[in-house]
């Protein structure tokens, strides 16, 4: 175990447990619609499947709270188990990789999130069901307080779970807070959670995450950018897959490449998460934002080159000697 005196970094969010399918090429399909993209199987079929993964202990902020003790900071978890196997396995495997988990609360009458992840090819379909727990933020003692809360994708069943973070984060202001939010908590709103956005450090999230947030333009950065610092954070990151991504302060706006793939993705699962953990450990650290922009796609490459969201994440001496290898375009410009 961790210990939780002086902590860096607590993240908070729902845990799973993912179980890979990996689909055979030729035995799906894909096509688009007026809807969207679609993986399409032959229906009342029994379908031969490559293999089969079982992944531990993820989720947006497990992956995070995983990358953050990686890179060398004390990091624990706030988040919910079943009273089940698959809730020990979780604690364990988070133990194993040196986070904190003093405050994963165990639901004894109920079951532990698992989801079903469909692989075909390099992407994934994820089949998700979350466990209706009751939500309680625990009681930190001042020597635990740590220096920064990660929030991120928590359960629909949780938004009243974030005016309790809010009140605890407004009797503690020297605690610095991170938000990448997920799913349900842009499906709630920003005024909803207009205290969450408002307390932000760092907000992190994709281009197409931005427009839902900020209700901005999607072909304009700039309005999306003053769209979302005008909702309180002081440090905005907008990522855009392959086009890289984009930051601003609130006086500097940079745009930085994504770092060169070593071989095609193999999965892409856990990306964006790592880029937004590695992004926030390098804040941590005390780096600028030109510094944090530099290590945060590094990890975002080599996590795609592994099965699941945490295994290709790297250590600080690993990422560095990825970036001494960076080529001499691989640095932010303004734009």
Known sequence: MVSMSNMDVISVGDIVTDAFIKLFDDKARTYEDHEGKWLAMPYGMKIPFDDAYIVEAVGNSSNASVAFARLGLKSGLIANVGGDQHGRDMIAALEKNKVDTTFIRVNSTKKSNYHYVLWYKSERTILIKHEDYNYHWPHIRSDETPKWIYLSSISEHAIDFHDQISDWLDANPDVRLAFNPGTFQMKAGVERLRRIYARTEVLILNREEAVTVSGGDYNNLHDLLDRLHQLGPKMVVITDGPEGAYASDG??????????????????????????????????????????LQWAPINSMTVVQKIGAQEGLLSEHHLEEYLKKAPDWYKPSDF
């Open 251 to 292: 006086n500097r706006r940079l745009k930085m490449p994504a770092y060169p793939d070593i071989a095609p993705p193999f999965e892409r699962t856990g990306a964006g998460d790592a880029f937004t953990s590695t992004f926030v450990s390098a804040i941590i650290k005390g780096n600028n934002m030109e510094g944090a």
